[in-house]
């Protein structure tokens, strides 16, 4: 390859290269942002649509959380035979009941994570995961940064946060290679 040949070849490459950083920092610092705010806020609420994969079962629950500070309660508002249930986060446990009545949820995957657990491992993931990976892309139409955190050797949560609002839109928990929980978020709210 003639020099002047090998010169533009190398300045192509790091142009490239250069360009590849800049979009990785771009969404690194959509990240940074993101974490700030969660970690940042003294309450959070939403409402969620999740659905636990169990590989020959499948379950779907409407929810609606709210927390302020290391508490807090995720009521289940569909289906409606379980309506009312409700789940209450603090000192780092988690306890569902339904009236009076505790009720063990079952692990989804080993370890103990179990679908009603999946919202404090979320939220602290957000703020103080390992993340490895960050790239833009849309869901639902809209702009967003994915992020996928290291839960485990064997556990991944990917989460979707707009790009407009910083706050998170979707979320999956993939365990060896297979999705076990996906959660959609709406009307989002930080305080």
Same mark, same amino acid.
């Given at each position: ?8 070849? !190398?300045?192509?490459l790091?142009?490239a290269?250069?360009?590849?950083s800049?979009?990785?920092a ?5 990240l ?9 806020a003294?309450?959070?609420r939403?409402t969620a649509?999740?659905r636990?994969?169990?590989g ?6 409407t929810?609606d ?9 995720l009521?289940?508002?569909a289906?409606?035979?379980?309506a009312?249930?409700?789940?209450r986060?603090?000192d780092?446990g988690t306890?569902?009941?339904v009236g ?17 657990d ?9 703020t103080?995961g390992?993340?490895t ?12 940064i994915?992020?996928? !955190?290291r ?8 989460t979707?946060?707009?790009e407009q ?9 993939i365990?060896?290679?297979?999705t076990?929980v996906?959660?959609?978020?709406y ?5």
């Amino acid at each position: 390859m003639r020099p002047a040949r090998l010169l533009s070849f !190398f300045l192509a490459l790091f142009l490239a290269l250069t360009a590849c950083s800049c979009g990785k920092a771009g969404t690194e610092d959509a990240l940074d942002r993101v974490r700030a705010e969660l970690g940042a806020a003294s309450s959070l609420r939403f409402t969620a649509d999740i659905r636990a994969d169990y590989g020959e079962r499948v379950f779907d629950f409407t929810v609606d959380y709210a927390s302020s500070g290391e508490a807090g309660t995720l009521t289940v508002t569909a289906p409606e035979v379980i309506a009312g249930a409700q789940v209450r986060y603090a000192d780092g446990g988690t306890t569902l009941a339904v009236g009076d009545v505790e009720v063990y949820t079952g692990e989804i995957l080993p370890g103990g994570l179990s679908p009603v657990d999946a919202v404090p491992v979320m939220t602290n993931a957000w703020t103080q995961g390992l993340v490895t990976e960050t790239v833009r892309e849309r869901y639902a139409g809209e702009r967003c940064i994915a992020a996928l !955190f290291r839960i485990d050797d064997d556990t991944n949560l990917r989460t979707w946060f707009t790009e407009q609002t910083s706050l998170p839109a979707a979320a999956e928990f993939i365990f060896d290679g297979h999705t076990v929980v996906t959660v959609r978020f709406y009307n989002v709210e930080v305080g």
